[in-house]
């Protein structure tokens, strides 16, 4: 039977840092969705990727419902045809400002590094299942394997016992102490299995 893996630990600080860090592209693509709308034109939930790598060919396909126009038995390309076709008004500066954008050092790898982890819902940018999952993941530990299971259920047990132990001992056993010197072994030449030493004791009064 296949181990359904067990969630152990969740680090939120983590978490709630990747989102924040999200934030400033998260404004940046929900101004520029706000005036893609301005101009009339819906879009998608996973249009914002596709709208920042080529958006002529990509406001042309709004206004001409994707349809493709030929001159002479030749067609024209998206670019070519968003220059022939009316445009609602502040098309041109919305493009020009994309534009002036790109030519920012950072500007393509922010776009294709970040533009897919967002979807639009209801005109509203927002992180989407995919990459919140993927740093849920991130931030989380998990026992994978049946294996993990029994060990970390004997670091429970030991853990338990430590502390019962520690509740009668003069000597705490703690994170700086060294648990070897409680330990001996059964046979001199097997280091899987032991036995309480005798210099245990020591720990008492």
């Known amino acids: 039977m296949e181990f359904t893996k067990v969630l152990l630990a969740k680090n939120q600080s983590g978490i709630d840092s990747e989102i924040l860090q999200n934030q400033t592209h998260q404004n940046y693509f929900q101004e520029c969705?706000?005036?893609?709308?301005?101009?009339?034109?819906?879009?998608?939930?996973?249009?914002?990727?596709?709208?920042?790598?080529?958006?002529?060919?990509?406001?042309?396909?709004?206004?001409?419902?994707?349809?493709?126009?030929?001159?002479?038995?030749?067609?024209?390309?998206?670019?070519?045809?968003?220059?022939?076709?009316?445009?609602?008004?502040?098309?041109?500066?919305?493009i020009e400002k994309i534009e002036l954008d790109k030519q920012k050092q950072y500007f393509n790898q922010f776009t294709i590094l970040t533009a897919n982890?967002?979807?639009?819902?209801?005109?509203?940018?927002?992180?989407?299942?995919?990459?919140?999952?993927r740093i849920e993941t991130m931030y989380s530990l998990y026992i994978e394997t049946e294996n993990q299971q029994n060990g970390y259920n004997k670091v429970i047990q030991l853990v338990n016992l430590i502390n019962e132990i520690n509740e009668i001992a003069t000597y705490k056993i703690g994170i700086e102490t060294d648990l070897g010197e409680i330990l001996t072994t059964i046979n001199p030449n097997d280091y899987s299995s032991y036995k309480v030493s005798h210099e245990a004791i020591k720990r008492f009064v």
């Open 33 to 94: 969705v706000n005036d893609v709308l301005a101009l009339g034109i819906t879009m998608q939930e996973n249009d914002l990727l596709r709208f920042f790598e080529n958006p002529k060919a990509y406001i042309t396909d709004k206004l001409t419902a994707g349809e493709n126009m030929q001159v002479g038995g030749l067609k024209l390309n998206k670019e070519k045809l968003f220059d022939l076709i009316e445009k609602p008004t502040g098309t041109n500066e919305l």
């Open 117 to 133: 982890r967002f979807k639009i819902i209801e005109n509203i940018v927002s992180l989407n299942s995919e990459f919140m999952e």
